[in-house]
């Protein structure tokens, strides 16, 4: 009787440990794709900055580009949005008369909304989250990421702020490689939005 308690112990014992390495391994790996969307934002800003300064292309009377364009990234892949869904566009622009640093819907609900979000006329990029367990976990992940401290995020939904889809109506989509931690494009795909 004794031995099968000892069996029992160390297979509870072994089971603890596995769930325990799983949890660990999951925060680690999610770690590092929000690591990998802080990086993305701050290469967008750095091409766009470049785009901006690049004489005979149009930008802003702020001096950055109207829009955000994969070619900033010849030699290598476009950044993007490893966590935003995969089928979702890669940027949306925010309209030019737009002062805002963050966009009217940071939260993704619609397959029509980019993971990131641009705003030419004060060059800042912002990358959009999904719904976490909760309101304020979803505020937390959307400060975190974009460096920001909001309260609170925009609930109700300006009709002059509705953000439009890069390239008039084409917008980026992704297929990110597999077991990368910055997951980027595997093929730039450039499909007729619906």
Not at 60 to 80: C, E, K, L
Request: hydrophobic share 45%; proline share 10%.
């Amino acid at each position: 009787m004794r031995w099968m308690l000892d069996i029992l112990a160390v297979v509870a014992m072994a089971a603890v440990l596995g769930v325990l390495l799983t949890h660990t391994r999951e925060h680690q790996r999610q770690g590092l794709r929000r690591q990998a969307v802080q990086d993305a934002l701050a290469k967008l800003t750095e091409q766009a900055l470049v785009a901006g300064a690049t004489k005979g292309r149009p930008h802003t009377a702020m001096g950055y580009p109207f829009i955000a364009s994969p070619t900033w990234f010849a030699s290598q892949d476009a950044p993007v949005n490893v966590l935003a869904p995969r089928c979702n566009p890669w940027v949306d622009m925010a309209p030019t008369d737009d002062l805002a640093l963050d966009p009217p819907d940071p939260v993704i609900v619609s397959p029509h909304q980019a993971g990131f979000w641009y705003n030419p006329g004060r060059g800042v990029f912002r990358a959009r989250v999904q719904p976490q367990s909760s309101q304020r976990a979803t505020l937390e992940l959307y400060n975190m990421l974009n460096g920001r401290d909001l309260k609170m995020l925009p609930e109700g939904f300006v009709a002059a702020r509705r953000p439009v889809p890069m390239f008039a109506a084409l917008a980026m989509r992704h297929a990110p490689k597999p077991d990368h931690p910055s997951e980027s494009f595997a093929s730039v795909d450039v499909q007729a939005k619906p």
